[in-house]
């Protein structure tokens, strides 16, 4: 439906976007994912219209929109700070796109309580929004978003700036309402967490450009740079060599040899998952070394083992039984799934 | 200056700039078009022409005639004064205000918004009113002489207050503390207060962080509000010449002597431009400072930063500076509204007993033409004509101030707004008195014949409450978030409606405050009007000054009655605006 290629834009001499390409899908939720000054709202502002693009063409059904003003877009977006009419009440700010539309007066007003319902705030019409707490805030920028039946939502960090309970409380709700009424939208956010499980498809971008984009399941699985691993989380990267004994391709990693089925050869950068290890000896491979961390992340610990050549951390099972702290540990490594391989790179030590 | 942040901090908003279809040089140019054409026709036009005009009456080139001006020991005697009286000013202004700012800024008390309200009163009084408040507290037949009179059975007034120095520092004291306190106090209001807990938890005692942390800070609104306090000090018109008398001359009266009373239009023009170049020069200084001022340093909602009055120490500090200011502030006000209905002095041939009474006589005889005066005019004609001039001046101010004001907020760094933004202070530096006689020079013929136009007062009016105008207004469309603008524009919004559902409606308070301010402007100016008003159409500020030119008791009582009437019609516009809990005078 959507379809951003090859977009571009500066301000001044800071490159805000240097060349992004990809489309949204009829009625999927994409997320924008990405480090904060990556130009993941300079991107919502050139699909809403705001702003121009230096380069590059945005189309809506294969007919360009560059030439179409913000208002007459008919999209919806929903801003990090909410941007609420102080002037207006919550009923005021809801009705001002469909006031716009000049929807008669009897349609906006089943509009607004309708959509009211939707986001759990039938009771809030009169309000002044001045007075509303944050995730009130939020609904109601929500609704104000919803309420012309936009084409496409945007929203620009809509969790940014609630605690941490109540995240979670509206990130589910958030699901719920956009799925409920099959709204294609995009999803902006720096928190992977928020992104993954939101959201049907995930553009993993890196200040200015389009790291990766897939299935919150593929960008996880197999992040296809350092930079994608890296900001996910996964932080065990050393270099390595991949080497070809008799036929057989083996990789040589800090912790060991271990065989791997790649087309890389000679010099690595070895990414080693978190997640690819058991105390039960699940696994053909087993590592042993010194346990001399261990963090506790709730349904998982995080514990760092040190080796000979390095320190790695895991995640564990939070049930399994971890020896004391400075003792030994042994246990199993699955090569296949945790071992990922990338360009080289001298920085990594 | 407030409303924004207390929403929040402010928006950056470079990255959501909309860029709109017209490209921004020529958008600006169309903002600037109205107000530009308005300068060019009622402000350089006619300046140029009385210039022009006074340079050709003298026999020497005008080269001479600095020179001349530059090395004559009386002229620069009148320079020196005019700096100094105006220095010194602003020095007891800011010693004044700035306990006064602390206490606005740091502290919430019952009251605050009365007494806020009651600071800004004095600021809109026209000169008139201020010098005749004074006059009735300390004058020869002030209340303080008569009370000193009257307990020690003196014949003559002990204290020699009119025509002296310490007249006019205390007016211009009681004129532009207002500024130090709203200027300074909003922005002291505003500074995180955890900064000067950081510098107290590093080590740091009270002195030293008064010093290291809080002053440096403050600086930049500090300079601010002196240079505005010098700028008006040095610009200073009835406060010197009624309150400081023939023994005092500044440029301002320096060019109405030699205009009105000489005829050296030579002189009297290179003075005037003498006077220009300093404004000129002290406002583009202080359009620099203001700009500074509008992105400011870890800047809080109030609610963070003021506590109550909950020792005795802070208490006692604010019980003293409150008194201070009210007694600063009001007190000439009251002399004067009480003075108006009081009866001092028995009428003529009744020169037997006589006791001083209150009576309502002098407001009586405001519409009794007892000289038979030929251009005797009742004062509720007086009233109705300058209510009547009131009304234009804000019509034309606001549409000339709203275009110009929006050009300036929303392209705040462009070169043409850092031209046009001192610019637009120039008039508020211009002497009211070459401003009068270049629109009786420059506008006398076809097509801008103005001299029998009613429009000709509310023009001149108009000049100097633009600066005011914009002031106010400029602020508020500044703390307008952008986001606030795109998310109308997302929701189907059209720029002309975005201008009104969003815009207009958030700034409504500020263009009340804008209006007032024309409103109070207009009705108070004396300088410019007394030269260009039809004797027969008299704005309240000419029927004062008629009176007090005319010797009497009846005269002098009938001028404080109109002097009250003309503070309550200002003071009800001021209190009203301060009820709509805009606590700003605006950015200056």
């Known amino acids: 439906?959507?379809?951003?290629?090859?977009?571009?834009?500066?301000?001044?001499?800071?490159?805000?976007?240097?060349?992004?390409?990809?489309?949204?899908?009829?009625?999927?939720?994409?997320?924008?994912?990405?480090?904060?000054?990556?130009?993941?709202?300079?991107?919502?502002?050139?699909?809403?219209?705001?702003?121009?693009p230096d380069q590059g063409i945005i189309t809506w059904q294969g007919e360009s929109i560059l030439d179409v003003p913000p208002h007459r877009r008919g999209f919806g977006l929903m801003f990090q700070d909410y941007a609420l009419f102080p002037h207006m009440n919550v009923y005021e700010n809801i009705a001002f796109g469909l006031h716009m539309v000049g929807l008669p007066q009897e349609a906006l007003q089943g509009r607004v309580s309708e959509i009211l319902d939707l986001v759990g705030l039938a009771d809030f019409a009169n309000r002044d929004v001045n007075t509303?707490?944050?995730?009130?805030?939020?609904?109601?920028?929500?609704?104000?978003?919803?309420?012309?039946?936009?084409?496409?939502?945007?929203?620009?960090?809509?969790?940014?700036?609630?605690?941490?309970?109540?995240?979670?409380?509206?990130?589910?709700?958030?699901?719920?309402?956009?799925?409920?009424?099959?709204q294609t939208a995009?999803?902006?956010?720096?928190?992977?967490?928020?992104?993954?499980?939101?959201?049907?498809r995930v553009v993993l971008m890196r200040p200015g450009q389009v790291e990766q984009i897939g299935t919150p399941q593929e960008i996880y699985r197999r992040p296809v740079s350092i930079f994608a691993a890296n900001f996910l989380g996964f932080t065990n990267l050393f270099p390595g060599e991949v080497i070809d004994i008799k036929g057989n391709e083996l990789v040589k990693t800090p912790i060991g040899e271990f065989p791997i089925t790649t087309k890389r050869k000679g010099k690595v950068t070895i990414l080693i998952r978190p997640d690819s290890v058991d105390l039960d000896g699940k696994w053909d491979y087993s590592l042993r070394g010194r346990l001399t961390d261990i963090s506790f992340r709730g349904t998982l610990t995080r514990a760092v083992i040190t080796f000979e050549q390095a320190s790695l951390t895991f995640d564990f099972p939070t049930q399994s039984k971890l020896p004391a702290l400075g003792s030994e540990i042994e246990f199993g490594f699955d090569p296949e799934h945790g071992i990922l391989l990338y360009e080289p790179e001298n920085k990594i030590t | 200056m407030d409303s924004s942040l207390d929403r929040g901090s402010p928006a950056i908003t470079g990255m959501w700039e909309y860029t709109p279809k017209l490209p921004k040089f020529a958008s600006l140019m169309l903002l600037w078009l109205a107000p530009l054409i308005f300068l060019a026709l009622f402000y350089f036009f006619p300046l140029i022409k009385i210039l022009g005009l006074s340079f050709s009456r003298s026999d020497t080139g005008w080269t001479e005639l600095?020179?001349?001006?530059?090395?004559?020991?009386?002229?620069?005697?009148?320079?020196?004064?005019?700096?100094?009286?105006?220095?010194?000013?602003?020095?007891?202004t800011l010693a004044i205000g700035l306990p006064g700012a602390y206490l606005f800024a740091r502290y919430e008390f019952r009251g605050k918004s009365m007494l806020m309200a009651l600071t800004g009163i004095p600021f809109v009084l026209p000169a008139l009113v201020v010098a005749a408040a004074f006059t009735s507290l300390?004058?020869?037949?002030?209340?303080?002489?008569?009370?000193?009179?009257?307990?020690?059975?003196?014949?003559?007034?002990?204290?020699?207050?009119?025509?002296?120095?310490?007249?006019?520092?205390?007016?211009?004291?009681?004129?532009?503390?207002?500024?130090?306190?709203?200027?300074?106090?909003?922005?002291?209001?505003?500074?995180?207060?955890?900064?000067?807990?950081?510098?107290?938890?590093?080590?740091?005692?009270?002195?030293?962080?008064?010093?290291?942390?809080?002053?440096?800070?403050?600086?930049?609104?500090?300079?601010?509000a002196a240079l505005l306090v010098f700028i008006f000090n040095f610009t200073s018109f009835g406060v010197i010449l009624i309150l400081g008398g023939?023994?005092?001359?500044?440029?301002?009266?320096?060019?109405?002597?030699?205009?009105?009373?000489?005829?050296?239009?030579?002189?009297?023009?290179?003075?005037?431009?003498?006077?220009?170049?300093?404004?000129?020069?002290?406002?583009?200084?202080?359009?620099?400072?203001?700009?500074?001022?509008?992105?400011?340093?870890?800047?809080?909602?109030?609610r963070y930063t003021q506590r109550r009055l909950s020792n005795w120490k802070s208490r006692i500090l604010a019980a003293c500076l409150i008194t201070l200011l009210i007694g600063l502030l009001t007190t000439p006000l009251i002399a004067l509204a009480t003075r108006s209905i009081t009866r001092l002095e028995p009428e003529l041939g009744q020169e037997t007993l006589f006791t001083p009474s209150l009576t309502l006589d002098f407001y009586r005889e405001l519409s009794v033409n007892r000289t038979s005066s030929l251009f005797y005019v009742p004062p509720t004609t007086a009233i109705a004509i300058s209510l009547g001039y009131a009304g234009v001046t804000i019509l034309l101010a606001l549409a000339l101030g709203l275009p110009?004001?929006?050009?300036?907020?929303?392209?705040?760094?462009?070169?043409?707004?850092?031209?046009?933004?001192p610019l637009l202070m120039l008039p508020l530096g211009t002497s009211a008195v070459t401003l009068g006689l270049g629109f009786i020079v420059a506008l006398n013929r076809p097509p801008l014949d103005l001299r029998t136009s009613i429009l000709l007062i509310p023009l001149a009016h108009t000049l100097v409450a633009f600066p005011f105008v914009v002031r106010s207004l400029t602020p508020a469309l500044r703390s307008i978030r952008p986001r606030l603008r795109?998310?109308?524009?997302?929701?189907?919004?059209?720029?002309?409606?975005?201008?009104?559902?969003i815009d207009l409606p958030l700034i409504g308070r500020a263009l009340l405050v804008a209006a007032t301010f024309a409103f109070a402007i207009s009705l108070g100016e004396f300088g410019a009007t007394a030269l260009i008003a039809r004797p027969e159409y008299p704005t309240i500020p000419i029927v004062i000054y008629r009176y007090i030119s005319q010797p009497g008791a009846m005269n002098y009582g009938q001028a404080l009655a109109l002097s009250t009437i003309l503070m309550l019609v200002t003071t009800a516009g001021m209190m009203a605006i301060e009820r709509l809990r805009i606590a700003d005078i605006g950015e200056f």
């Not at chain 2, 600095?66 to 007891?92: D, G, H, M, N, Y």
């Not at chain 2, 120095?165 to 004291?173: G, K």
């Not at chain 2, 795109?486 to 009104?500: C, D, N, S, T, Y």
């Open chain 2, 404 to 421: 110009a004001a929006w050009a300036l907020a929303r392209y705040p760094h462009t070169p043409i707004n850092k031209i046009m933004d």
């Open chain 1, 1 to 52: 439906m959507l379809q951003i290629e090859n977009i571009a834009k500066r301000f001044g001499d800071k490159v805000a976007l240097g060349g992004v390409t990809f489309d949204v899908i009829d009625g999927e939720i994409l997320a924008i994912l990405g480090p904060s000054g990556c130009g993941k709202s300079t991107l919502l502002s050139l699909i809403a219209g705001l702003e121009h």
């Open chain 1, 186 to 200: 995009i999803y902006v956010t720096h928190d992977q967490e928020e992104a993954f499980a939101l959201a049907d």
């Open chain 2, 138 to 224: 300390l004058g020869p037949r002030g209340w303080i002489n008569l009370a000193l009179m009257a307990m020690f059975n003196l014949s003559q007034p002990p204290i020699q207050f009119i025509n002296t120095l310490t007249a006019i520092l205390l007016a211009h004291v009681f004129y532009n503390t207002v500024i130090v306190l709203r200027m300074v106090g909003d922005f002291w209001s505003h500074l995180d207060p955890r900064l000067t807990q950081a510098a107290r938890t590093l080590g740091a005692n009270r002195w030293q962080t008064l010093t290291r942390i809080t002053l440096p800070l403050l600086a930049p609104s500090i300079a601010a």
């Open chain 2, 66 to 92: 600095f020179i001349e001006a530059l090395i004559s020991t009386s002229i620069r005697r009148v320079f020196w004064f005019t700096v100094w009286q105006a220095l010194l000013s602003t020095l007891i």
């Open chain 2, 246 to 302: 023939p023994r005092f001359a500044t440029l301002e009266t320096e060019i109405y002597y030699q205009t009105i009373s000489l005829f050296n239009l030579p002189l009297a023009a290179t003075l005037a431009i003498i006077q220009l170049m300093c404004t000129l020069a002290l406002t583009v200084f202080y359009t620099r400072l203001t700009l500074r001022l509008s992105t400011p340093i870890n800047l809080r909602s109030r």
């Open chain 1, 132 to 182: 509303l707490s944050g995730g009130e805030q939020q609904r109601v920028a929500l609704a104000r978003a919803l309420a012309p039946k936009p084409r496409l939502l945007m929203l620009d960090e809509p969790l940014g700036s609630v605690d941490r309970t109540l995240r979670e409380r509206l990130l589910f709700d958030l699901h719920r309402i956009l799925q409920d009424i099959h």
């Open chain 2, 486 to 501: 795109h998310a109308a524009m997302v929701l189907g919004a059209p720029p002309g409606r975005v201008f009104r559902f």
